[in-house]
């Protein structure tokens, strides 16, 4: 099955807080799990992507944390600024030359000053 | 270094009729994929456009049809417009061989009425 779950539809985070989104998938041929960042009116921006070689990957103040025998990966926010507010996307494709990204539905994360 | 670009940004159609939307690839870039965004969704694959061939195709209908030019940008074009191809356009594009890191565009929004 080529799905990704991805979870809370939406989140609220008060300033200076960690803000987490979850994702679960299926398919075990996946390899190339990004996060990407969306402001309303534009396109995704990756944020920050993870190969399942390692179980955590940090960037500034995201990280993600790969848990390839439960087949979870989450987003880490820490210190969320009202700044970070937008929908964010998990995704995940296979490890061949143009393997399309399996997108979740999307968490829209708002973070209150 | 200019980023993926789209045109138009904006347009509205009537049912039935037809549309070509148009995407230049970053700089360097070889490889272009398009995907549909529907209002609250994530992305959803299109097909992807290597080397002048469709490499892959999502589950599309045939209505969805798309072109490689020899300079790397790419057309997507829908005939027959459904009330249901109401969408963001997001064209991304990715150098083959370089992993599966893919860069989008900010979208062509499509509303059919």
């Known amino acids: 099955q080529q799905q990704v779950k991805q979870s809370p539809q939406s989140l609220i985070v008060q300033k200076g807080g960690i803000s987490i989104i979850n994702c679960a998938y299926e398919n075990t041929a996946f390899d190339y799990f990004p996060w990407y960042q969306q402001f309303p009116g534009k396109g995704p921006a990756l944020l920050i992507a993870i190969r399942p070689d390692v179980s955590e990957k940090k960037e500034g103040r995201f990280t993600i944390s790969f848990n390839k025998s439960a087949k979870q990966f989450s987003l880490h926010i820490m210190d969320s600024q009202p700044g970070d507010s937008a929908t964010y996307f998990c995704a995940a494709s296979g490890n061949q030359a143009g393997t399309a990204l399996i997108f979740g539905k999307g968490t829209t994360l708002s973070v209150s000053s | 270094d200019a980023g993926v670009t789209q045109s138009p940004t904006h347009l509205i159609k009537t049912r039935g009729q037809q549309v070509t939307l148009r995407c230049s690839p970053k700089?360097?870039?070889?490889?272009v994929s398009w995907y549909q965004q529907a209002l609250g969704q994530g992305p959803q694959f299109i097909f992807q456009y290597y080397e002048e061939e469709e490499r892959q195709r999502g589950n599309f209908p045939d209505r969805f049809s798309g072109h490689q030019f020899p300079n790397y940008s790419s057309e997507l074009n829908v005939n027959a417009l459904l009330l249901g191809d109401s969408a963001l356009y997001l064209c991304?594009?990715?150098?083959?061989?370089?992993?599966?890191?893919?860069?989008f565009g900010e979208g062509s929004w499509l509303t059919v009425v």
């Open positions: 991304a594009s990715s150098l083959t061989n370089s992993g599966n890191t893919i860069y």
């Open positions: 700089s360097g870039h070889d490889t």
